[in-house]
């Protein structure tokens, strides 16, 4: 007897009319029309059945301060930085770890079961970082809660940063940060990313640097996080979060680039809601968008992410953990407009941020851990047009959330009582039943 049988499910490869069977957490089968005992079956109805979607780039302390102390009046990058350094000294760990599950409850509410979060060392208190390891604890049943040691006033800039980033990750951090591009000097930014890459190579830690988050086209800290990567054999374990400059960059600069980031095994993020609302702030007209080369980047065979970034903080006062809004953006910005692209943009935040990640069981196939979200469209392009509501959420084969289908009744002389906005003709809200 099965614990759970989905039936009639589309998957976001494109196969119809799969049946997804569950035994103790796992997927034990996946296979078109199958039926088997169970204790509890959901007809998908034909609608999309997706692994969980997965953020490769967060900042949970900050979320959900919007307004705190104050707003940020320029909505640039570097008043953000202002504004959190002078709510820093007011947190507490019980105001950080309320906010942060508050936003890890947004987040099971929209099928986000996976998260990577930078946390901010900077602070001798370590304040943040004691309350995102406590919520990582909580949150684990439903989140892969994964924290990165964030150096955000600068490795090198901030007097105490280097002892406070080793202090985090002997406390249990996962992930080594950094942010070059906020050093002194390019000469410093150089120096962190050599001392931060042999600290994680040191410690077999991935590493996951902020990296180039500016209009500058001569910040290339890139090159420099490629060139250790390689050296130090780090291969498949690095990021570049953000890399904006890279689109100011010289054509011919980028053309070399590339091939040695795909060389040396670099993944990349892009954060579509926070580049092009962060980016080209200093520009009159015409205006850059500020997002990295996502599909050139993709062309030369280099995994490509979308991050949510930021969530009501001083950086941004909007977001939700949705990244169907995250890659709704993406697609757009990049111009990312054909089929096979917007296929993509579904990807760049499910199976790449979840490879990036190291997630284990992720994904839809037999021995996978039974974590899916049944979304209220018939394929990723419709998810991401639809922002598609999420059905219901799974976490090791039993529903943690649910959320009902967005069906309007409508009040027309001579058209259809009901009308919801998927392009077929619209299924019944899939209902569970007991046996
Ligand atoms: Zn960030």
Same mark, same amino acid.
């Given at each position: 007897?099965?614990?759970?049988?989905?039936?009639?499910?589309?998957?976001?490869?494109?196969?119809?009319?799969?049946?997804?069977?569950? #035994?103790?957490?796992?997927?034990?089968?996946?296979?078109?029309?199958?039926?088997?005992?169970?204790?509890?079956?959901?007809?998908?109805?034909?609608?999309?059945?997706?692994?969980?979607?997965?953020?490769?780039?967060?900042?949970?302390?900050?979320?959900?301060?919007? $307004?705190? !102390?104050?707003?940020?009046?320029?909505?640039?990058?570097?008043?953000?930085?202002?504004?959190? $350094?002078?709510?820093?000294?007011?947190?507490?760990?019980?105001?950080?770890?309320?906010?942060?599950?508050?936003?890890?409850?947004?987040?099971?509410?929209? $099928?986000?079961?996976?998260?990577?979060?930078?946390?901010?060392?900077?602070?001798?208190?370590?304040?943040?970082?004691?309350?995102?390891?406590?919520?990582?604890?909580?949150?684990?049943?439903?989140?892969?809660?994964?924290? %990165?040691?964030?150096?955000?006033? +600068?490795?090198?800039?901030?007097?105490?940063?280097?002892?406070?980033?080793?202090?985090?990750?002997?406390?249990? %951090?996962?992930?080594?940060?950094?942010?070059?591009?906020?050093?002194?000097?390019?000469?410093?930014?150089?120096?962190?990313?050599?001392?931060?890459?042999?600290?994680?190579?040191?410690? +077999?830690?991935?590493?996951?640097?902020? /990296?180039?988050?500016?209009?500058?086209?001569?910040?290339?800290?890139?090159?420099?996080?490629?060139?250790?990567?390689?050296?130090?054999?780090? #291969?498949?374990? %690095?990021?570049?979060?953000?890399?904006?400059?890279?689109?100011?960059?010289?054509?011919?600069?980028?053309?070399?680039?590339? =091939?040695?980031?795909?060389?040396?095994?670099?993944?990349?993020?892009?954060?579509?809601?926070?580049?092009?609302?962060?980016?080209?702030?200093?520009?009159?007209?015409?205006? *850059?968008?500020?997002?990295?080369?996502?599909?050139?980047?993709?062309?030369?065979?280099? =995994?490509?992410?979308?991050?949510?970034?930021?969530?009501?903080?001083?950086?941004?006062?909007?977001?939700?953990?949705?990244?169907?809004?995250?890659?709704?953006?993406?697609?757009?910005?990049?111009?990312?407009?054909?089929?096979?692209?917007?296929?993509? /943009?579904?990807?760049?935040?499910?199976?790449?941020?979840?490879?990036?990640? +190291?997630?284990?069981?992720?994904?839809?196939?037999?021995?996978?851990?039974?974590?899916?979200?049944?979304?209220?469209?018939?394929? =990723?392009?419709?998810?991401?047009?639809?922002?598609?509501?999420?059905?219901?959420?799974?976490?090791?084969?039993?529903?943690?959330?649910?959320? !009902?289908?967005?069906?309007?009744?409508?009040?027309?002389?001579?058209?259809?009582?009901?009308?919801?906005?998927?392009?077929?003709?619209? !299924? #019944?809200? =899939?209902?569970?039943? *007991?046996?």
């Amino acid at each position: 007897m099965l614990d759970l049988l989905i039936t009639h499910a589309s998957l976001p490869d494109g196969r119809t009319d799969m049946s997804v069977a569950v #035994q103790q957490g796992r997927i034990v089968e996946l296979t078109p029309g199958l039926l088997a005992p169970a204790h509890e079956v959901v007809d998908a109805q034909g609608l999309l059945l997706s692994p969980p979607f997965v953020d490769a780039h967060f900042h949970m302390d900050s979320t959900l301060s919007f $307004g705190l !102390p104050r707003v940020n009046q320029s909505g640039t990058l570097l008043e953000g930085i202002a504004l959190w $350094g002078e709510l820093k000294p007011l947190l507490t760990q019980e105001a950080i770890v309320a906010r942060a599950l508050a936003y890890c409850d947004w987040a099971a509410a929209r $099928g986000l079961l996976a998260i990577r979060s930078h946390v901010d060392v900077c602070d001798p208190r370590l304040l943040a970082v004691e309350a995102l390891l406590h919520v990582r604890e909580q949150v684990r049943p439903y989140i892969d809660l994964q924290l %990165v040691a964030f150096p955000q006033d +600068g490795l090198l800039r901030s007097p105490a940063a280097r002892e406070n980033l080793v202090r985090a990750l002997d406390m249990g %951090v996962d992930v080594v940060g950094g942010i070059p591009h906020f050093e002194r000097t390019m000469a410093d930014g150089a120096e962190s990313v050599r001392w931060l890459c042999e600290l994680a190579a040191e410690r +077999g830690l991935r590493v996951d640097m902020h /990296c180039d988050e500016s209009d500058d086209p001569l910040s290339r800290h890139i090159e420099s996080l490629a060139y250790e990567t390689q050296r130090l054999g780090l #291969q498949g374990r %690095v990021v570049g979060s953000h890399l904006t400059s890279m689109h100011s960059m010289d054509n011919y600069y980028v053309s070399k680039l590339l =091939p040695l980031m795909k060389e040396a095994g670099v993944a990349a993020i892009a954060n579509p809601l926070i580049n092009i609302t962060l980016q080209g702030r200093h520009d009159s007209y015409p205006k *850059r968008r500020g997002m990295t080369r996502v599909p050139e980047l993709l062309a030369a065979g280099i =995994p490509v992410a979308f991050g949510q970034d930021c969530a009501m903080d001083p950086w941004y006062s909007l977001g939700s953990g949705d990244m169907l809004e995250v890659a709704h953006m993406g697609l757009h910005v990049a111009q990312m407009t054909s089929q096979s692209a917007m296929r993509q /943009c579904f990807d760049a935040v499910t199976t790449t941020p979840a490879a990036i990640l +190291g997630l284990e069981g992720y994904g839809l196939q037999p021995g996978a851990r039974a974590d899916f979200v049944l979304l209220h469209a018939r394929d =990723p392009i419709e998810a991401i047009r639809l922002r598609a509501t999420r059905l219901q959420v799974w976490k090791a084969g039993k529903v943690i959330a649910a959320t !009902p289908a967005p069906v309007a009744q409508l009040q027309l002389p001579g058209r259809p009582a009901s009308v919801s906005l998927l392009a077929a003709p619209a !299924p #019944q809200t =899939p209902a569970a039943s *007991r046996h």
